[in-house]
């Protein structure tokens, strides 16, 4: 009898693209702008993403539009999560104690720059995602954004929402 392993790429959806943008705004600010500049409608959800590590558990905040209309569906992601986290240090004779460390960890890591991801899924027009870009880059709070290539990344399975 033959066995048929599934891997997971096999229900990866490779039907989206990812906006990088980096600005030094909080996350409900940047919601709020986008909304206005790119007429959308994101609301934050009730769950964050949730990375757990060995030291700390860190918690990305998530926002969502759904363009009925248009059946896309866009994600605003945070990257960066800055948070405390308890680090085991050796004490010597008396074993080891946790210290308190002010820790910053990335929900794609090989992005540190990036402060917060753009998420577009669905079928979409090219030149969407061309003037989405062009648009975020005219924000005057906004430094850059630009497209970011999905095969280069290390850690894309934290993107499926």
Same mark, same amino acid.
């Given at each position: 009898?033959?066995?048929?392993?599934? %891997? !997971?790429?096999?229900?990866?959806?490779?039907?989206?693209?990812?906006?990088?943008?980096?600005?030094?705004?909080?996350?409900?600010?940047?919601?709020? &702008?986008?909304?206005? #500049? /790119?007429? #959308?409608?994101?609301?934050? %959800?009730?769950? *964050?993403?949730?990375? +757990?590590?060995?030291?700390?558990?860190?918690?990305? *905040?998530?926002?969502?539009?759904?363009? %009925?209309?248009?059946?896309?569906?866009?994600?605003?992601?945070?990257?960066?999560?800055?948070?405390?986290?308890?680090?085991? !240090?050796?004490?010597? /004779?008396?074993?080891?104690?946790? %210290?308190?460390?002010?820790?910053?960890?990335? /929900?794609?890591? +090989?992005?540190?720059?990036?402060?917060?991801?753009?998420?577009? +899924?669905?079928?979409?027009?090219?030149? &969407?995602?061309?003037?989405?870009?062009?648009? !975020?880059?005219?924000?005057?709070?906004?430094?850059?954004?630009?497209?970011?290539?999905?095969?280069?990344?290390?850690?894309?399975?934290?993107?499926? /929402?």
């Amino acid at each position: 009898m033959q066995v048929h392993a599934l %891997e !997971i790429d096999d229900f990866e959806d490779s039907n989206f693209t990812l906006i990088s943008i980096h600005t030094s705004l909080s996350d409900y600010k940047l919601a709020y &702008l986008l909304n206005r #500049t /790119l007429q #959308t409608s994101f609301k934050r %959800e009730k769950d *964050s993403l949730v990375v +757990e590590d060995e030291v700390q558990n860190a918690t990305f *905040s998530v926002y969502n539009y759904e363009d %009925e209309s248009q059946f896309i569906n866009w994600y605003l992601i945070a990257n960066k999560y800055h948070g405390v986290s308890k680090v085991p !240090i050796a004490n010597g /004779l008396f074993g080891t104690i946790n %210290e308190t460390v002010n820790r910053t960890s990335y /929900l794609i890591p +090989e992005k540190k720059k990036t402060d917060f991801l753009v998420k577009i +899924e669905g079928d979409f027009d090219p030149y &969407l995602v061309h003037k989405t870009i062009q648009s !975020i880059k005219d924000m005057e709070q906004v430094i850059t954004s630009y497209t970011i290539d999905i095969d280069t990344l290390k850690s894309k399975d934290f993107l499926i /929402l």
